[in-house]
């Protein structure tokens, strides 16, 4: 008797998705603001934007549709220095590398 075929299916390794770029942060009174420039490939469904504090470990904190260019981050604590980078997102869920990370302090 055979046992049913065995079907796998293997990830793809890496995506082709260009990081976004020329992304600015900075403190506002409503929070830290961040800005960059769209990626400009029509499989791109979103952004993905990290922070972390020093000696924290990177953590998602929003996710955002492909038509924005900037967010405000009104849950960063004051006094406090984070360094932010953002990954554009594909529609099968696929994130392109990092941007170069920047900082902004909140005071």
């Known amino acids: 008797m055979r046992s049913a075929p065995l079907r796998v299916q293997i990830p793809e390794l890496g ?3 260009p990081a976004p770029s ?3 942060a900075g403190a506002t009174t409503k929070g830290i603001q961040l800005s960059w420039s769209r990626v400009l ?3 791109v469904v979103g952004y993905r934007i990290y922070r972390h504090a020093a000696g924290e470990k990177a953590e998602l904190v929003a996710e955002l549709k492909s038509d924005s260019g900037s967010w405000i ?3 960063a604590n004051r006094g406090t220095t984070y360094v932010y980078s953002i ?3 594909d529609g099968k869920g696929s994130e392109s590398s990092s941007s170069e990370p920047v900082s902004a302090y909140r005071r």
């Open 15 to 17: 995506s082709s998705l």
């Open 73 to 75: 981050d009104t849950q």
């Open 22 to 24: 020329g992304v600015r």
């Open 87 to 89: 990954t554009a997102v």
């Open 41 to 43: 490939d029509e499989s």
